[in-house]
């Protein structure tokens, strides 16, 4: 038996996986409580632009990463691609979070794997079978529960949701393009660069002086942005996805529950269902792969791997 089949399952420790997608939830609410707070006076460009350049001193550590990278033309091509459709989705989320609650950002930011999956199918030749498809079609009925058009008005927050999640859904489509090419670290620094350098023009337009108070906030998104995606990492070294996934349903319960205590927004049974339903399409969807990609690994007739 190989040394990676008899190690990969001692290194799996799916506790500790629960654990720091928990951490990671928290983070990524903290992210959202923080822009619901900080309001509407300071344009969504230029908060988004301020998140980005304030983070870029999480890259720091990176620069002997970023100095060592092999970039061709190919791929400079496709970290800018990746960072102007990343750069629309961040602008339309913290407009988005203006105007809509926290509890249905959330719900609807799940969507975009839901997208990643269509766009696979798409751009990069993968099968749907029927079971994916199903699952894509529950998903988008979570998303018809949410927004219930006819029943109550869809306003320009819930589209631009809409829109986010297929912006993002591009950028880790073209991030496919890149696995394999360069180091995560560099990866993470180049969206970083382009999407800063791609907010710029956009936050300049609209620029009004930010107060220190509103440029600390903003850092602090930085930071749980930054944490958060760490922790996401050590959640996904730690167990598989199909055990880690479910535990973001967590992420609408707190938002929910944060929404309602501290910005008094009503709780609506409506958007917690139908963000169950597509968080578990997606949960489904992963367990699929997961199961798809264990079945290729393993050599047919030698379930063994002797």
């Known amino acids: 038996?190989?040394?990676?089949?008899?190690?990969?399952?001692?290194?799996?420790n799916p506790l500790k996986g629960v654990f720091w997608m928990?951490?990671?939830?928290?983070?990524?609410?903290?992210?959202?409580?923080?822009?619901?707070?900080?309001?509407?006076?300071?344009?969504?460009?230029?908060?988004?632009?301020?998140?980005?350049?304030?983070?870029?001193?999480?890259?720091?550590?990176?620069?002997?990463?970023?100095?060592r990278a092999q970039l061709t033309p190919r791929l400079w091509g496709l970290y800018a691609g990746r960072g102007a459709v990343h750069t629309a989705g961040v602008i339309l989320w913290f407009?988005?979070?203006t105007q809509i609650p926290l509890a249905e950002v959330?719900?609807?930011?799940?969507?975009?794997?839901?997208?990643?999956?269509?766009?696979?199918?798409?751009?990069?030749?993968?099968?749907?079978?029927?079971?994916?498809i199903s699952a894509i079609a529950v998903a988008l009925i979570g998303a018809l529960i949410i927004l219930r058009p006819g029943f109550r008005e869809v306003s320009p927050g819930h589209i631009a949701m809409l829109f986010t999640a297929v912006s993002f859904g591009a950028s880790y489509l073209i991030a496919k393009?890149?696995?394999?090419?360069?180091?995560?670290?560099v990866v993470v620094a180049m969206l970083s660069v382009f999407v800063t350098l791609g907010l710029a023009p956009f936050a300049l337009a609209v620029w009004v002086t930010p107060t220190l108070t509103e440029v600390a906030i903003l850092f602090g998104v930085a930071c749980f942005a930054t944490a958060g995606h760490y922790t996401m990492t050590l959640a996904f070294a730690a167990a598989p996805v199909t055990v880690t996934?479910?535990?973001?349903?967590?992420?609408?319960v707190w938002a929910t529950l944060?929404?309602?205590?501290?910005?008094?927004?009503?709780?609506?049974?409506?958007?917690?269902?139908?963000?169950?339903?597509?968080?578990?399409?997606?949960?489904?969807?992963?367990?699929?792969?997961?199961?798809?990609?264990?079945?290729?690994?393993?050599?047919s007739g030698n379930p063994a791997g002797l």
Not at 245 to 252: A, C, K, N, R
């Open 106 to 132: 959330t719900a609807m930011n799940y969507l975009s794997p839901v997208y990643v999956t269509l766009g696979a199918a798409l751009f990069l030749g993968e099968k749907l079978a029927f079971r994916r």
């Open 258 to 299: 944060l929404g309602a205590l501290v910005f008094a927004e009503p709780v609506d049974i409506w958007v917690v269902s139908g963000g169950g339903l597509i968080l578990a399409a997606v949960s489904f969807i992963s367990w699929r792969e997961a199961r798809i990609k264990k079945k290729a690994a393993t050599p």
């Open 22 to 67: 928990v951490v990671t939830g928290l983070c990524f609410v903290a992210v959202t409580a923080l822009v619901k707070y900080l309001g509407s006076r300071i344009p969504p460009a230029e908060s988004a632009f301020l998140r980005y350049l304030l983070g870029l001193v999480f890259l720091i550590p990176m620069a002997g990463s970023l100095r």
């Open 95 to 97: 407009y988005a979070m």
């Open 177 to 185: 393009f890149t696995v394999g090419s360069n180091s995560p670290a």
């Open 245 to 252: 996934q479910p535990v973001t349903f967590l992420q609408l």
């Open 1 to 12: 038996m190989s040394q990676t089949a008899d190690t990969a399952p001692a290194l799996q």
